[in-house]
């Protein structure tokens, strides 16, 4: 696999690696390569709009595989607690929705029942 500037990115967005902070003097060449079309090092990647990292350790593959799963089961429990609130809300619009249709005829029955 060709580890490009956007596999760096995404292991720094994930909080697979920790990366360094550049020194100025690193941030600005970076930053004078970038702008003249010179490719740099591909394992410095941006965190944030103008704030570069270098990412030197790189986790192995079983850890990688680890903490893959690990986010995925994370995501998949938020995914399921808003599934879960929309459901609820859900169920309480039918109910009040019926309830809203129900209770008029329901006075009218006992209106004409009197």
Same mark, same amino acid.
């Given at each position: 696999?060709?580890?490009?500037?956007?596999?760096?990115?995404?292991? &720094?967005?994930?909080?697979?690696?920790?990366?360094?902070?550049?020194?100025?003097?690193?941030?600005?060449?970076?930053? /004078?390569?970038?702008?003249?079309?010179?490719?740099?090092?591909?394992?410095? /990647?941006?965190? @944030? @709009?103008?704030? =570069?990292?270098?990412?030197?350790?790189?986790?192995?593959?079983?850890?990688?595989?680890?903490? =893959?799963?690990?986010?995925?089961? =994370?995501? @998949?429990?938020?995914?399921? @607690?808003? &599934?879960?609130?929309?459901?609820?809300?859900?169920?309480?619009?039918?109910?009040?929705?019926?309830?809203?249709?129900?209770?008029?005829?329901?006075?009218?029955?006992?209106?004409?029942? &009197?």
């Amino acid at each position: 696999m060709k580890k490009t500037k956007a596999y760096y990115e995404a292991l &720094l967005d994930l909080g697979f690696v920790k990366g360094e902070k550049l020194t100025k003097s690193e941030e600005e060449q970076h930053r /004078a390569n970038m702008r003249n079309g010179i490719e740099g090092d591909a394992n410095i /990647a941006e965190v @944030s @709009s103008g704030v =570069y990292r270098r990412v030197n350790d790189e986790p192995d593959m079983e850890t990688f595989i680890r903490m =893959y799963m690990l986010k995925s089961l =994370y995501f @998949s429990r938020a995914i399921r @607690s808003c &599934l879960v609130f929309f459901v609820v809300i859900a169920v309480i619009g039918i109910a009040i929705g019926l309830l809203a249709y129900i209770v008029p005829i329901l006075l009218e029955w006992l209106r004409l029942s &009197l």
